[in-house]
């Protein structure tokens, strides 16, 4: 197949071109500002902003739309909300736009959780209820609301941190950097159920079988995924250190939100086969530079 992957300069765009280049397919990668990495370098590359391209590559199957903008954790006023809007919805809505005058039928477009927003409920699933998200998750929520209106065979996948060598930006990442460095790390309801990673590999794999089997199928879905397996925040944390050979020491600090963990049914009818939280994270921990 002939499949456009955005953003593939980026860490989960790079992991997933890279896989699918493995499995045989012709992949056109597109970037925008960071060049490409060499293993990509069997891709063929499309540099462009996406608000501003006239037509889509000719010939594509199918779309794998990676490439957005996202402030750091904790941070969400880090980026301005029109860059947000401009980078994330606009964009999106204008790669859909150009993909069905050019008659790609698929798009697998990677969402994160921020749309949900506010999460008052112990389960995160498929028809959990949207709740004043931030601005990021609002640019999100208006890319997957332009791929259900657009009549493309669409699927949202709605991440939670994402992790793998060369992950950035993320609470897994954090509490590995303060591990590294011999620092407390600081945990809030360390007794909650921890769920909220996925492993990139996972993703890729995923995602290439959706690829193959020919889906995503008619229609629109936005499905939530994480790692398999819950355990609480404080096992998370145990499991990271691990991986990387570290002691940890925790500041437990009192409960400032309600945890939860997320179910990944849904994702699970499409194939989806994750490693279980413990795994994923212990794997993580293994990976890159420690320090």
Same mark, same amino acid.
């Given at each position: 197949?002939?499949?456009?992957?955005?953003?593939?300069?980026?860490?989960?765009?790079?992991?997933?071109?890279?896989?699918?280049?493995?499995?045989?397919?012709?992949?056109?990668?597109?970037?925008?500002?960071?060049?490409?990495?060499?293993?990509?370098?069997?891709?063929?590359?499309?540099?462009?902003?996406?608000?501003?391209?006239?037509?889509?590559?000719?010939?594509?199957?199918?779309?794998?739309?990676?490439?957005?903008?996202?402030?750091?954790?904790?941070?969400?006023?880090?980026?301005?909300?029109?860059?947000?809007?401009?980078?994330?919805?606009?964009a999106t809505a204008h790669l859909i736009r150009l993909c069905a005058e050019a008659g790609v039928g698929r798009?697998?477009?990677?969402?994160?959780?921020?749309?949900?927003?506010?999460?008052?409920?112990?389960?995160?699933?498929?028809?959990?209820?949207?709740?004043?998200?931030?601005?990021?998750?609002?640019?999100?929520?208006?890319?997957?609301?332009?791929?259900?209106?657009?009549?493309?065979?669409?699927?949202?996948?709605?991440?939670?941190?994402?992790?793998?060598?060369?992950?950035?930006? &993320?609470?897994?990442v954090q509490v590995k950097a303060a591990i590294a460095a011999g620092e407390v790390v600081r945990v809030? &309801?360390?007794?909650?159920?921890?769920? &909220?990673?996925?492993?990139?590999?996972?993703?890729?794999?995923?995602?290439?079988?959706?690829?193959?089997?020919?889906?995503?199928?008619?229609?629109?879905?936005?499905?939530?995924?994480?790692?398999?397996?819950?355990?609480?925040?404080?096992?998370?944390?145990?499991?990271?250190?691990?991986?990387?050979?570290?002691?940890?020491?925790?500041?437990?600090?009192?409960?400032?939100?309600?945890?939860?963990?997320?179910?990944?049914?849904?994702?699970?009818?499409?194939?989806?086969?994750?490693?279980?939280?413990?795994?994923?994270?212990?794997?993580?921990?293994?990976?890159?530079?420690?320090?």
């Amino acid at each position: 197949m002939r499949i456009l992957v955005t953003g593939a300069s980026g860490f989960s765009g790079r992991v997933i071109a890279r896989r699918l280049l493995d499995e045989g397919h012709h992949v056109v990668a597109h970037h925008r500002r960071r060049p490409l990495p060499d293993d990509l370098a069997m891709a063929e590359p499309v540099r462009a902003d996406l608000v501003a391209i006239d037509a889509v590559p000719p010939g594509l199957d199918a779309v794998v739309h990676a490439a957005a903008t996202s402030p750091p954790t904790g941070r969400s006023d880090a980026v301005p909300t029109e860059t947000l809007i401009r980078d994330n919805a606009l964009a999106t809505a204008h790669l859909i736009r150009l993909c069905a005058e050019a008659g790609v039928g698929r798009m697998i477009y990677l969402s994160s959780l921020s749309v949900l927003g506010r999460i008052d409920a112990p389960s995160v699933d498929e028809n959990t209820h949207v709740s004043d998200p931030d601005p990021y998750g609002t640019s999100k929520l208006m890319g997957e609301q332009a791929l259900a209106a657009s009549g493309l065979a669409g699927l949202a996948i709605r991440l939670p941190a994402v992790i793998g060598s060369g992950a950035a930006r &993320n609470w897994p990442v954090q509490v590995k950097a303060a591990i590294a460095a011999g620092e407390v790390v600081r945990v809030y &309801n360390a007794d909650g159920p921890f769920n &909220n990673v996925v492993h990139v590999a996972d993703l890729a794999e995923w995602i290439a079988r959706v690829l193959a089997a020919g889906g995503p199928e008619d229609g629109f879905r936005a499905v939530p995924v994480a790692s398999a397996e819950p355990v609480s925040v404080r096992q998370a944390v145990a499991a990271l250190a691990a991986g990387m050979g570290r002691a940890v020491h925790l500041d437990k600090a009192a409960v400032s939100r309600l945890g939860f963990s997320i179910d990944i049914g849904s994702a699970r009818s499409l194939g989806f086969t994750p490693m279980t939280t413990v795994d994923a994270l212990t794997r993580f921990g293994g990976e890159g530079d420690l320090g």
